[in-house]
């Protein structure tokens, strides 16, 4: 038996999506274990071209399980919506998907909150995705949660729900936005349940019997490192523990199961929304990135901004994630380049520093020191074959290689599943 835990090795948006699709051929049960539906991960195959939110992206291998962990916290409206659209596709999920009764649920106040929170904030405001994420998980661990398991039972719910109204109106109304009805509340989200009621069953059982008979599991992360609610760059980070170690609390996956984590990266660097950027281009070539990379998100449309690749960054989620393997995905984007940096550290009144010496504001002020390769503007689409890269391709994944002390063992080279270098 064998884990494997996929994660975003920087701020998200790497490319995990395909790599999983991949590696889901190989897998027998597809976990996603935290997050919600601010993560999107885009997968292109057979079936076609899929923005996937709460379901695990590994869900196109139909010989193998799609698990959604206890960790994953749920718009049931978004979830309603992936289900049908992988129906449509011709993916089946009966027998095959399984959703965790223990999951909490986004409920209508946790976004209108979200949204009048960051309004509030002004100038200061965190840049969240206005999914309802932060008061989801933040009811969660003040103990107002409600789950799937109350939806089981409509008097629990009731009572449920009716408790947080009278808690969550009051801060509506003093936040300037009309209070929610109890009932049309209840409506609408027992509509999308009962779609999903199917699917909804204790997943433990399952994942400890898998774990310990020979069982292939695949563990999807949803978000990408620096957005770890401990050791991101908080605060412009996510809810939930974006850790390889997440995974035993999100899923009840013991941690000794472990064997291989794959940290993703892109060739580049991006973040979406605010937080220091120590790498961040303002110029033509960050252009050319957004542009050649379609750095837009797939959860908000956003532009992404660019940067050059940050080793400092990816030696840290090495470290403390203990990485196996590292994906490098869209080398393609940088075909055109006549010349690339790599930031090889970053230094502080002229001393070497390092990511972990401080919190944000620390790392708003650091300087990255880079190093400089020559591109070799020829390309890279496609290509399958390690040897078939052109010789600076090859000397820039190398070098990216030695800075990480890590083993690249796959290199995407476009968006489809088959234009990917197996190492």
């Keep these: 038996m064998a884990v494997t835990i996929v994660i975003g090795a920087q701020w998200g948006d790497e490319g995990k999506g395909k790599i999983i699709d991949c590696l889901a051929d190989s897998s027998d049960l597809i ?25 695990p ?50 409920m209508p106040y946790h976004k209108l909150l979200d949204r009048l ?9 965190t840049g969240t995705t206005g999914k309802g994420i932060g008061p989801t998980y933040a009811d969660k661990v003040s103990y107002n949660g409600i789950r799937l398991a109350d939806f089981l039972d409509k008097a629990t719910f009731k009572s449920k729900l009716a408790g947080q109204l009278l808690i969550k109106n009051k801060i509506l109304i003093a936040l300037g936005e009309k209070p929610l009805k109890a009932e049309l509340v209840e409506k609408e989200l027992y509509r999308c349940f009962n779609k999903i009621r199917p699917f909804v069953k204790e997943v433990l059982p399952l994942l400890l019997d898998a774990s310990s008979n020979g069982s292939r599991i695949l563990a999807e992360g949803a978000h990408g490192m620096f957005l770890d609610n401990d050791w991101g760059t908080y605060p412009f980070v996510t809810a939930s523990n974006v850790l390889a170690s997440a995974i035993t609390a999100g899923s009840g996956i013991p941690p000794q199961k472990i064997k291989r984590v794959i940290g993703i990266a892109k060739a580049y660097t991006t973040r ?14 960050g252009e050319i990135l957004v542009e050649k990379g379609n750095e837009y998100g797939t ?15 990816i030696r840290f989620t090495a470290k403390i994630n203990g990485l196996t393997d590292i994906a490098l995905t869209k080398l393609d984007v940088l075909d055109e380049f ?84 197996k190492v």
């Design 57 to 106: 992206s590994g869900v196109f291998n139909q010989k193998a399980k799609a698990i959604i962990g206890n960790g994953v916290i749920l718009d049931l409206e978004v979830l309603e919506n992936e289900i049908k659209m992988l129906e449509k596709a011709g993916v089946k999920l009966n027998g095959r998907l399984y959703i965790s009764p223990r999951c909490h649920v986004i």
């Design 117 to 125: 929170y960051e309004q509030a904030k002004g100038k200061g405001k």
């Design 299 to 313: 959860t908000t449309g956003r532009r992404r901004r660019p940067g050059w690749f940050d080793t400092e960054l």
């Design 338 to 421: 006549k010349e690339i940096k790599i930031c090889t550290g970053y230094k502080l009144g002229g001393r070497k520093v390092h990511y972990e010496d401080g919190d944000v504001n620390f790392l708003s002020k650091v300087k990255p020191v880079y190093k400089r390769l020559s591109g070799w503007r020829t390309s890279t689409r496609g290509i399958t074959r390690l040897n078939d890269l052109p010789l600076n391709a090859k000397k820039y994944i190398s070098e990216i290689e030695k800075q990480i002390g890590v083993k690249i063992s796959f290199i995407s080279t476009g968006e489809d599943r088959k234009e990917i270098i």
């Design 31 to 55: 976990v996603r274990f935290h997050g919600g539906n601010n993560a999107g991960h885009t997968v292109v195959n057979k079936f076609g071209k899929f923005p996937m939110h709460l379901i």
């Design 272 to 285: 979406v929304g605010q937080g220091p950027f120590p790498t961040e281009l303002f110029d033509n070539n």
